[in-house]
RNA sequence: GGGGCUAUAGCUCAGUUGGCUAGAGCGCAGCAUUCACAUUGCUGAGGCCCAUGGUUCGAGUCCAUGUAGCCCCACCA
């Protein structure tokens, strides 16, 4: 024998994939309808998590089920270089080792990171093999390389050009500790406990004081302005008075703004705009100066006397807090629980800072996404996040897309040396300074957000406009990704896809939601209950993970990770293992040739095979992986192997054994891609065929009478065994009269039975079996009886409610009269069959209680 | 405040456009075991499908309201 005893992973999973891989089966083929999928680019630095095994699953089969279509997939990896995170990963080397990126100049220091990532890229990349995902390597994109960058620079100098690309000096989210900006999106909020402390700031002349009320009073040396609700009765007389701001003593304004809610704390607002969004929209509609009381390095850039400057923002607050109490203008403090900004990386609370940046004007391009999303053009799974969606793009706003870190693809802007104002495009961005038109311009240091870039993927990995792949397969047939990705990257991808290419990225959207552990909890290194998909693979295999992750899976839920779901993978892959290996040490030749069905039983597997084989189709097409999987386990667990194989084991028909197994192979091959082409290989089903691009499999459907007569032994065959369990008989004897079904299949029911002789025999003997509608008796003994009552009785009770139940429905006038006839036409015969078993059934009662 | 999701067996989850006796895996109980497979076979127990109301001949499925839990966005002076 070829095949072990059990399916071992280990030794066959590497050569497997290493075949495929070699014999260019993952590249798309010349012919057939064209299906493309691109992978979301894992982070070059990293590890795959468990989220990237489901997304891969997914993919993969929805790429090998293509393939099985005879459809050319073009499946195209790819590698992030995950900008922020990435430089972030490498600053913690660097800290190891005592150091900082501000000891290296620029240059050296992304020469450093771009070693690094390519020392841990094989990493990724092998992890993506062992998943099993049949990529096309030769297609294999980064976000750096330079067809990347091309497309960045020509879709930036596309905004550039129809002025949707501005510069402006705008708040943005900056995290102090890396030094860099943020896109909203990457804000992450947290409830905290606060306090609202109350300030009172007098009118210049003298005439009064309005008590404001802030979270933040260190920023009060930069207000600018007080803002009372115009209808404030309250303050009505104050606007256009001013405030002698207390400790810098500032003059500035009172005004008048919608914004402030009466209701709220005082009613009147500090307004500081160079650090609250909500300040400088109110400045920017009032003409107020910016002072910036905070610096990028997170210290107070302002002082009063020589107070307060180069205090940590903490430090400051309490410093200007006791300095307000001293002078005696600090009026009220209370507790409140109130979000504040972090950094999602290292959770150093975000500054609101003015800083000059390069935003995209984002509601031109919303707009064309909403109306495509509207009219569905892309279909999303599930549903509801097309609305979730839209929302979204109804309320977006100008994207940031300047970050301040080395590693990512330069801007390609320079400004001139002499007039700030003065900006161009070029793309000579490995020169600081170039000259044009005797001008001098300097380089913009920042780099693209990451999701710039990333968000040209499906039409850049494709080589747009002019390569053939492109104009082959775009619009993507699928985009597979976690939900959390919708607003990041999904909802960019859709806006710049149109944007560039005119039409829409990808047709169909499907998203997973996030891998939890077993009680539903987020996996996080710090509670410690991370799995990781290669220990799951080193211990149960790859295609025991996949179908542990995949079945049950839907459309935008989270799920739990259950090793007993992987488990159960496992086992039913042996399962697979085993009937092949019964198939080896029986059977002489696995070529192919002509299927004829013989006996009944060959007839019923055929139909099965033809049921599984249709709702297979409709559920894959429809994305519905985890259905079609429950689909063909049932039919190779329970129908090959526990009936076929069983019933087959006395006169085998081989060729058919063949071509079932072949052809559950084909269709199980996407969920459990290595052991189905380690059978396939083993065995030589077909010299230099690979099972991975094998087309599906259609036998003859089997005769209906032959395969319904199969179905009727089988019932009885578990009547049997179900009455021998229950009375606890044994060594029991079946007999049956003018039954020449029953006679013909004496040896299947003795065999499958648990009888010990199936028998032509006289009426009366033993009880009968009548739920299956033959006239068999079993000789179970005396004592087994009463167990046999019991039983009877329970039978007798629930056919009563089943006849009950159908009596009621076609008692109903409206039934009968609108619900479908074939409905009613079923309903009348399963009363016939119900009423008919039980009445044998009472009959039978009747027999062994005559009294009652 | 706005939007979205979820509630089905002890656990984790399926359940296509409403259709008749609601499924799976694991777990549990019992039985078996020289057979391709103990990563096994066989039998079985276990469910007011969150609640109430509605639509319908018919509701786990559709609608409304409520309860509980979760997520996202906005606000938070």
Partial sequence: MKLAKTYQPELYEADIYALWEKSGVFAPTEQGEPYSLVVPPPNANGNLHMGHALSFAMQDIAARYHRLKGERVA?????????????????????????????????????????????????????????????????????????????????????????????????????????????DIEVSYQEEQ???????????????????????????????????????????????????????????????????????????????????????????????????????????????????????????????????KESGYLVGEEELTHSVGHCYKCGTVIEPLLKEQWFIDIKPLAQTALESIREGEIDFLPESKRTQLERYLENIKDWNISRQIVWGIPIPAFQNEEDPADWIYDERVNQEVITVNNKHYRRDPDVFDTWFSSSSWPYATLGFPDNQAFKDFYPLSLME????????????????????????????????????????????????????????????????????????????NNQPYVEAKVIGGRNFINKLWNIARYLEGNIESFEDKSVEAYSAIDNWILNRLSTTRNSYQKNMDSYRFSEAYELIYHFIWDDLADWYVEASKSEPNKPLLVSLLKASLVMIHPFAPFVSETIWQTLVLNQDSLLINHPLIDLPKGDRVQSDRFDSIKSLILEIRSLIKATGAAKVKLYYRNEPLVASFATLINQLGGTISVED?????????????????????????????????????????RTRSLHDRLNNPKYIEQAPENLVSESRAQLNESEQTLENLLDEKMRFSPRQ
């Fill in 481 to 556: 990704s976690g939900f959390d990705l919708l607003y990041p990257w999904l909802s960019r991808m859709i806006m710049l896809g149109l944007y560039v290419t005119g039409e829409i990225p990808f047709k169909k959207v499907y998203l997973h939601g996030m891998i939890t552990d077993e009680q539903g909890r987020k996996m996080s290194k710090s509670i410690g209950n991370v799995t990781d998909p290669m220990e799951a693979i080193a211990k149960f295999g790859s295609d025991a993970l996949r179908i542990g992750i995949v079945s049950g899976q839907t459309p935008g």
């Fill in 761 to 801: 025999g006289e009426p009366g003997q033993g009880v009968a079996l009548v739920a299956s509608g033959f006239s068999c008796w079993l000789d179970i003994d005396q004592e087994a009886i009463d167990h046999y009552v019991t039983r009877l009785e329970k039978l007798i009770s629930e056919e009563q409610k």
């Fill in 75 to 183: 499946f195209i990896p790819g590698a992030d270089h995950a900008g922020f995170e990435t430089q972030v990963v490498f600053e913690r080397e660097l800290e190891k080792q005592g150091k900082s990126r501000f000891d290296y100049s620029r240059e050296s220091l992304y020469e450093q990171i771009y070693n690094f990532v390519e020392q841990n890229k094989e990493n990724f990349q092998t992890q993506i093999r062992k998943l099993g995902a049949s990529v096309d390597w030769t297609s294999y994109t980064f976000t750096l390389d330079d067809s990347i960058v091309k497309q960045a620079y020509a879709t930036f100098k596309k905004m550039w050009d129809e002025n949707l690309i501005y510069r402006g000096e705008r708040l943005v989210n900056f995290c102090t500790k890396h030094g860099t900006a943020f896109a």
């Fill in 194 to 324: 606060g306090k609202l402390w109350k300030i009172r700031y007098p009118l210049s002349d003298g005439s009064g004081e309005i008590v404001v009320a802030t979270t933040r009073p260190e920023t009060m040396l930069g207000d600018t302005a007080v803002a009372v609700h115009p209808k404030d009765n309250r303050y009505v007389g104050m606007v256009g008075k001013t405030i002698k701001l207390p400790l810098t003593n500032r003059e500035i304004p009172i005004i008048a703004d919608e914004y402030v809610d009466i209701a709220y704390g005082t009613g009147a607002v500090k307004i500081t705009p160079a650090h609250d969004q909500n300040d400088f929209e109110i400045g920017q509609r009032h003409d107020l100066p910016s002072i910036s009381v905070i610096g990028f390095d997170g210290k107070l850039v302002h002082s009063v006397g020589d107070r307060f400057r180069g205090l940590s923002v903490l430090e400051g607050r309490e410093s200007v807090i006791n300095a307000l």
